[in-house]
């Protein structure tokens, strides 16, 4: 059953169960397998896919920047994570109406790359330089791709590897959905919010 409310993995319980579902999914397995690619490669934390979500069969790859420090605690990158960046990106894919199984959501750069115990920093150049090996083999595991939403600066900076990946791929621009970004102006979240839409639309949904 899918969580009605944002932050549901602030519960133990909810991670634990959360896990279980991860390892006996079927459309996780080949992400998994990359995650654990990139640990071995970059030798840093991956945090791994919802398995909630879509997996490889879903049709909207949302990217967001790098893993925040909350995935620490639940070792996924899920709209359900206890930080308000997942509240907001929980209600803005909810307000546009896009199902959670049409759904993969990841990050530019996959890996950690803050030191334990600190906060978020943004990705160095050299790192957002290693992060694009990642992203083709990523896209092929998804054959019902249909578009993808890069979510920030650092995301949009991958377009142009996207766009060699798939040269036909929709591909929509929108906000971060992080708090500091979203209340800086009304601005913000009208623009996260229209972009989701365009991407419904894209997805053949009322958006």
Not at 6 to 28: I, Q, T, Y
Not at 54 to 81: C, H, I, K, Q, Y
Not at 119 to 127: H, Q, S
Request: glycine residues 8%; positive net charge; hydrophobic residues 45%.
């Amino acid at each position: 059953m899918n969580p009605d409310a944002p932050k549901s993995l602030a519960d133990p319980g909810a991670v634990a169960a959360r896990h279980a579902l991860a390892e006996a999914s079927p459309r996780l397995d080949p992400l998994r397998r990359l995650a654990e690619r990139i640990r071995t490669e970059r030798g840093r934390p991956v945090p791994e896919a919802d398995p909630l979500d879509g997996g490889v069969s879903a049709r909207l790859l949302l990217l967001l920047e790098t893993p925040g420090p909350a995935t620490g605690r639940t070792a996924f990158v899920s709209r359900d994570n206890p930080t308000g960046t997942a509240a907001n990106l929980f209600r803005f894919l909810a307000d546009a109406g896009i199902p959670r199984t049409d759904t993969l959501i990841w990050n530019a750069v996959p890996w950690v790359i803050h030191a334990p115990g600190a906060r978020n920093r943004a990705p160095r150049t050299g790192e957002i330089r290693a992060a694009r090996a990642y992203l083709m083999p990523l896209v092929a595991l998804m054959p019902d791709l249909a578009v993808a939403v890069l979510s920030g600066r650092v995301a949009q900076g991958l377009g142009p590897v996207l766009a060699e990946a798939r040269p036909d791929l929709p591909v929509v621009a929108i906000p971060h959905p992080s708090p500091t970004y979203v209340c800086t102006s009304p601005a913000v979240p009208a623009r996260i919010a229209a972009g989701l839409s365009e991407a419904a639309r894209h997805l053949g949904l009322p958006g």
